[in-house]
């Protein structure tokens, strides 16, 4: 096998195993932030109106609980995934392909593991809301888990693979 096809590969294993690594730990701490919490139930809510139902004695709620629902604050979610996921991909099209230094690879690679866990994000969010309006005891802690995990798994990548890519110039530049 050629040294830089061998190169590439060990670099995408470990920017694979690097951003498989931040998803896993993000999805433990999340599960197990909830499981051990004082108020460890068997499901969450999205819409606030259900969960203000469901626990108005216990928990204060504000007023506007008695009547809100998830769908504003999903087309946010979306919107900064989908914000994240084209600058992402605008970055890896167009940003330096002359002479790609380690760096900028990293970066890359990165950025589209950022991609990745932002669609999956979207995804699984927009399919466990369409299963919760069905099932308001659809969304496990196992799921409520995944999606914040990949949430904040498409960010870390984002902003570890720019970070990369302001290392990779710096040392191009030195």
């Known amino acids: 096998m050629p040294a830089f096809l061998h190169a590439h590969n060990s670099l995408f294993c470990v920017v694979a195993i690097v951003a498989v690594a931040i998803f896993c730990v993000l999805w433990f701490s999340f599960w197990r932030g909830y499981y051990f919490s004082p108020r460890r139930t068997s499901h969450f809510f999205f ?102 995990a990949l949430g904040f798994s498409c960010l870390t990548c984002f902003i570890i693979g720019y970070l990369a890519w302001g290392w990779g110039l710096s040392k191009a530049i030195s």
Request: with cysteine.
């Open 47 to 148: 819409d606030p109106q259900d969960s203000f139902r469901a626990d108005s004695e216990n928990r204060t709620f504000p007023e506007s609980a008695k009547t809100a629902t998830f769908e504003p604050m999903l087309k946010h979610y979306i919107g900064v995934t989908q914000l994240l996921v084209t600058v992402a991909a605008a970055s890896i099209a167009f940003g330096s392909n002359q002479s790609l230094s380690s760096g900028i690879a990293v970066a890359k690679l990165f950025l589209a593991w950022s991609i990745f866990y932002g669609v999956l994000f979207c995804a699984f969010l927009l399919w466990r809301y369409d299963e919760y309006t069905q099932d308001m005891k659809s969304c496990t802690l196992a799921w409520y888990s995944t999606i914040v």
